[in-house]
């Protein structure tokens, strides 16, 4: 072999290399205790199928060309796509076999969706206890009072003008102590009710809530903000059953993500009922709706709510799915 070719073989082994020594990292630092990271960087540890998907192509790629590196590699990616992956399907608590349920439906409408009305009449044929739409423009607003008849109690946060956060919360039971927190910004609109559903008598508090997304550091830091506004809220309760609920604009794996979990105290309910990207950057094609896509939609509960499914659904005009939780109260 030619000099030449030698050393350009060296150098792609090289950058081989140096490309797994720094997925290894990514891979790993969602594992490790949440920490002070900038925010781009937080921000590519949320894009952890992304990662995956990478490593396991780098798998195959060693086999054929460095199969020793192969071989070290494979247990190590193994075990970070174990850790990364395996809460959420960790076997979940059985059934106790409660008869109280609490049903709420979430959805990222997607501002200006041109079918709204459709979405919005489907939604009135299903039985849920709550519904969940954020990003809802001026213009949709008159379309939700086609819900108002199975959905008769609301209490929502829609901005001055169709280009700013807009969500509401709408319920089959009546809602006690509504309140709108103001975190005194455009994303800083907090919707908080209380439901009891049904003859259950046992009330749920369900915090509804749709940070800004991180795309700078200056939006990073609000979002953070929220999370940490939401964390004290539900830590500093003495209500037994709190739910918190919306589109986080923040994966599983983010570190603010994981301080929100353990500063409130509250569950993932996605643990155990399997990844579910709940946002894609495209609609129509499978694949690519898979390969782009990200955790983001969130319903974290807390003690007295048993999670006994989840469900997700494609919904016509939004990049985002309509996700479905179902608890059973305790």
Request: hydrophobic share 45%.
């Amino acid at each position: 072999m030619p000099a030449s070719e030698g050393d350009g073989m060296s150098a792609y082994r090289a950058l081989f290399i140096l490309l797994q020594i720094s997925l290894l990292g990514v891979m790993a630092l969602p594992s490790l205790p949440a920490a002070a990271v900038p925010w781009w960087l937080d921000n590519l540890l949320g894009l952890q199928l992304q990662w995956g998907l990478l490593a396991l192509f780098s798998i195959v790629a060693a086999a054929c060309f460095l199969p020793r590196l192969a071989l070290a590699l494979a247990p190590l990616y193994a075990l970070l796509l174990a850790i990364n992956f395996g809460p959420f399907y960790a076997p979940a608590t059985a059934s106790g076999g409660q008869v109280n349920g609490l049903t709420i439906a979430q959805l990222n409408l997607r501002y200006d969706n041109p079918h709204a009305g459709e979405i919005f009449s489907g939604l009135l044929q299903a039985d849920y206890d709550l519904l969940v739409i954020q990003e809802v423009s001026d213009r949709q607003v008159d379309a939700l009072q086609i819900l108002r008849s199975r959905y008769p109690y609301a209490i929502g946060a829609m901005s001055p003008d169709s280009h700013s956060i807009g969500h509401v919360l709408l319920s089959k039971w009546p809602l006690h102590n509504r309140r709108i927190h103001n975190l005194g910004y455009a994303d800083g609109r907090v919707i908080e009710a209380e439901v009891t559903p049904g003859d259950s008598h046992l009330p749920v508090r369900v915090i509804a809530l749709h940070p800004a997304a991180p795309r700078n550091r200056e939006l990073w830091q609000l979002r953070n903000a929220t999370f940490a506004f939401i964390a004290r809220q539900v830590a500093g309760s003495e209500r037994p059953r709190q739910v918190v609920v919306g589109d986080l604009n923040a994966t599983p794996w983010s570190a603010a993500f994981r301080r929100l979990l353990q500063d409130s105290r509250l569950q993932d309910s996605s643990e155990g009922q399997g990844y579910l990207p709940t946002w894609s950057l495209f609609d129509d094609v499978p694949l690519l709706r898979f390969l782009a896509s990200a955790s983001i939609d969130h319903c974290l509960v807390g003690p007295g709510l048993r999670v006994g499914e989840k469900q997700s659904r494609i919904v016509p005009g939004s990049d985002h799915r309509l996700i479905l939780t179902r608890f059973e109260l305790e």
